[in-house]
């Protein structure tokens, strides 16, 4: 199965930072990536799909890029609605797997 | 509007059975795959299950093959998780989501529904 390494596990940041959530495929996955953000208690959500896609009626401060092995979840404006949860899940081939996680906290 | 409704949760005794529904609206459901994943508590999401859009095609996660078992009733809209020999490690919220694309992750969840194995 392909190791999905997600970094770092957590973040403090301030509303305004720009923060980058980064995850490293154990194998070249092309482009086959997907970005999810979850709050406690919650489904997850589409973020990105195809590594650089913005999912519609997601706000344009996120956006994803990458390709391979490497791929970068960056938000440009914290809000403070952005702080939750985050995912990457790799669908180049089953088993399908997630990163372990990003949690984004209050600085 | 997209919606799923997962059902079938509840508390279980090691080596029991239990079976979770999906029931899906707001598209066409033969028409998509679909997945199962879970988030055991306090822990990060894990992918258990897909099936294809026919239901001819179907995978799983090492940790949950040969004891689960995805399936799907088209006529219904409905998917199904059959999960036998429960261990205390299948204690999790269990999410029916939908592929946004052909061979695609998810784009929607279900709100997910619990299921504990414990004696």
């Known amino acids: 199965a392909i190791q999905m390494t997600q970094s770092p596990s957590s973040l403090s940041a301030s509303v305004g930072d720009r923060v980058t959530i980064t995850c490293r495929a154990s194998?070249?996955?092309?482009?086959?990536l997907g970005w999810y953000q979850q709050k406690p208690g919650k489904a997850p959500k589409l973020l990105i799909y195809?590594?650089?896609h913005l999912q519609s009626g997601v706000p344009s401060s996120f956006s994803g890029s990458g390709s391979g092995t490497e791929f970068t979840l960056t938000i440009s404006s914290l809000q403070p609605d952005d702080f939750a949860t985050y995912y990457c899940?790799?669908?180049?081939?089953?088993?399908?797997?997630f990163g372990q996680g990003t949690k984004v906290e209050i600085k | 509007e997209v919606q799923m409704l997962e059902s079938g949760g509840g508390l279980v005794q090691p080596g029991g059975s239990l079976r979770l529904s999906c029931a899906a609206s707001?598209?066409?459901?033969?028409?998509?795959?679909m997945s199962w994943v879970r988030q055991s508590p306090g822990k990060g999401l894990e992918w258990v299950s897909a099936?294809?859009?026919?239901?001819?095609?179907?995978y799983y996660a090492d940790s949950v093959k040969g004891r689960f078992a995805i399936s799907r009733d088209n006529s219904k809209n409905t998917l199904y998780l059959q999960m036998n020999n429960l261990r205390a490690e299948d204690t999790a919220v269990y999410y029916c989501?939908?592929?946004?694309?052909?061979?695609?992750?998810?784009?929607?969840w279900g709100q997910g529904t619990l299921v504990t194995v414990s004696s």
């Open positions: 099936i294809s859009g026919s239901g001819g095609s179907t």
């Open positions: 899940l790799q669908d180049y081939n089953y088993p399908w797997t």
């Open positions: 195809a590594a650089s």
């Open positions: 707001g598209f066409t459901f033969s028409s998509y795959a």
């Open positions: 989501a939908k592929e946004a694309y052909s061979d695609a992750g998810p784009d929607s």
């Open positions: 194998q070249g996955i092309r482009n086959d």
